[in-house]
């Protein structure tokens, strides 16, 4: 037997019809319309998990393509956990609204007792609360993907990934998105009457992710070759390291564009009610002029600079695509608090801003593999102070019932001046990088101190699908030399982990007999004696032989050896490789 229809379940309890029967059908239609449609955002957003990956897949060098797509997997799977057990807890627990203001959440740790006291309850339930939620945390972990793509060691991605989402962002959540959080517009006590206006996450999502690929990428250093020539001298001109494929770059940012509506759009929450539709039409307008008017802005302006420099004309489809990008996130703070006109003044800022962070980047000798520092961070701070100038009167009210603080330009046109707005959104974005800043550099730094964070020398010539995921070497790709010296430290390492086994059944070996005759005490044993009864005087191999593969290793004061590359650093021999002179891209 089926279940019963929405009909029968309240008549069931409404025997006399009426009002109150009425009132059970339509509460149960609006619950149902908001949690299909909070799904539906949360398909979007999560979908721009591919758009990420394609994007990153197309910037990076054919011989790490592999490694690339998992990291981007690996950023999904770090973020479900991580915001599973303690970040959701971190952003949302124990919120209410008009309670207290608190620094983080404090409840529903692996989201135990969710349900209960949800302060969104009976609008939406915590279920789908969380995952649209959790769709935005992975976003912001996936942003860093691209930055250290070709250099980063799998085990420090997984740390930070997990970092990220279960702590560093979720205090910014509980921050800027709880009505407990001391910048939140909905909290009972707004900072300076106002509170930070971030719809969509330009800051909360953007300049989080932007800050930790920025720390992550000066700690981490750039790729070899961009900057830096093989013994650590400064190039005069920076190489470009062009990606494998601009079609999965152009497919890329379609996608994130296409997801983009779930993510400003589902701001909203619910889409039951006229004033809910108005908003999420409006944001989903803003979006696509802001979009557009970025990536005509960069292309455009980028044309003239390279003609005027050089002669000329040049349409770059990287610079097209990284300025729609731009847009899309500057928008996010403001998409559903500013008017179209200025939507598209926006996104003609955020062009300009993108290219001048790029130029800046490379002059600092920053790498970012795909321009995620320009497009997110950097944009992500415009977008939270563009909000601080066009925000209207008519828009604010209507997504925030509250028009007392507006944008400074509509401010003077009622001829107070009133920044308060603006001051607000100012410190949203400082709080934001500091606390970034503070946590990421340390975590950072302590990565890299223990050898857990670049991946060494050999490793990164060859290709980290060779190193990490048994690829096989694409002709053209990776010079044959580094990909045999490669298997020849596989086979080293195998054989150096079997001699160990063995040394240590050896000492076993000799500790028991030792006792047995009772002439030493466990802890007097030497490794000497040790040593000694593995290799008797007259079983000696020759020294020649002790060690069977010696390689070539690039390193100087920027590349320091550290892990196996201070191994092969003491070796000054090579078998079958010739010590390496000259950096291959």
Request: net charge negative; hydrophobic share 45%.
């Amino acid at each position: 037997m089926g279940s019963p229809t929405l009909y029968q379940s309240c008549s069931s309890g409404f025997s006399g019809g009426g009002d109150d029967l009425t009132r059970c059908i339509s509460d149960n239609l609006q619950h149902g319309i908001d949690t299909f449609f909070l799904l539906y955002a949360t398909a979007l957003v999560f979908f721009m998990q591919a758009g990420f990956a394609m994007l990153c897949a197309g910037s990076v060098r054919q011989k790490n393509v592999q490694n690339s797509m998992l990291k981007n997997l690996l950023d999904a799977c770090g973020a479900a956990l991580g915001f599973w057990s303690v970040g959701y807890a971190f952003a949302y627990g124990g919120s209410t609204a008009g309670g207290p203001t608190t620094f983080i959440g404090n409840a529903n740790f692996f989201l135990i007792n969710m349900n209960e006291d949800f302060f969104l309850s009976p609008l939406v339930g915590a279920d789908v609360f969380w995952l649209f939620q959790f769709a935005f945390a992975a976003t912001s972990a996936t942003i860093v993907a691209g930055t250290l793509a070709e250099r980063c060691q799998m085990t420090a991605y997984l740390c930070y990934s997990v970092a990220l989402t279960g702590f560093i962002y979720p205090v910014v959540v509980h921050a800027v998105w709880s009505p407990n959080g001391f910048l939140s517009p909905l909290n009972a006590n707004k900072l300076w009457g106002s509170g930070m206006i971030d719809f969509s996450g330009s800051g909360v999502v953007h300049i989080t992710g932007g800050v930790t690929a920025l720390v992550a990428t000066k700690i981490l250093g750039s790729r070899r070759g961009r900057f830096y020539d093989s013994r650590g001298e400064k190039v005069a001109n920076p190489k470009p390291i062009a990606g494998h494929s601009p079609s999965l770059q152009v497919l890329g940012t379609f996608i994130l564009w296409f997801g983009w509506y779930g993510f400003n759009a589902g701001g909203v929450v619910i889409i039951s009610n006229s004033t809910s539709g108005l908003i999420a039409s409006h944001a989903a307008l803003t979006t696509t002029l802001a979009a557009a008017s970025a990536c005509v802005s960069a292309l455009v302006t980028n044309l003239i600079i390279l003609e005027r420099l050089t002669g000329e004309a040049m349409f770059d489809l990287s610079t097209a695509l990284n300025g729609a990008l731009s847009g899309l996130v500057s928008i996010t703070a403001g998409c559903s608090v500013v008017e179209p006109w200025a939507a598209v003044v926006v996104g003609i800022v955020a062009g300009w801003i993108y290219l001048l962070t790029s130029k800046l980047l490379i002059k600092l000798r920053l790498d970012d593999a795909v321009d995620a520092i320009p497009v997110h961070f950097a944009n992500g701070v415009w977008g939270v102070m563009e909000v601080g100038f066009f925000a209207t009167p008519a828009l604010l009210e209507q997504a925030y019932n509250d028009s007392t603080h507006v944008g400074w330009f509509y401010s003077l046109s009622r001829g107070s001046g009133d920044a308060v707005l603006l001051g607000v959104q100012a410190i949203g974005s400082l709080f934001i990088i500091g606390w970034v800043l503070v946590i990421m550099v340390p975590f950072f730094a302590t990565l890299n101190y223990l050898g857990w964070f670049r991946a060494d020398t050999l490793e990164e010539m060859v290709g980290l699908d060779i190193s990490y995921h048994g690829g096989s070497a694409l002709a053209g790709d990776v010079s044959s030399e580094y990909v045999e010296a490669m298997r020849l430290r596989k086979e080293f390492n195998s054989s150096r982990r079997r001699k160990n086994k063995l040394s240590q059944t050896n000492a076993e070996s000799l500790v028991s007999e030792n006792d047995n005759e009772n002439a030493h005490p466990i802890n007097e044993i030497t490794l000497d004696e040790m040593q000694l009864h593995h290799n008797p005087p007259n079983q000696t191999e020759d020294a020649s032989t002790n060690d069977e593969y010696n390689f070539p290793v690039l390193h100087n004061e920027r590349n320091p050896p550290h892990g196996m590359d201070a191994f092969l650093a003491n070796n000054q021999n090579c078998l079958g490789v010739t010590q390496i002179d000259h950096l291959e891209a």
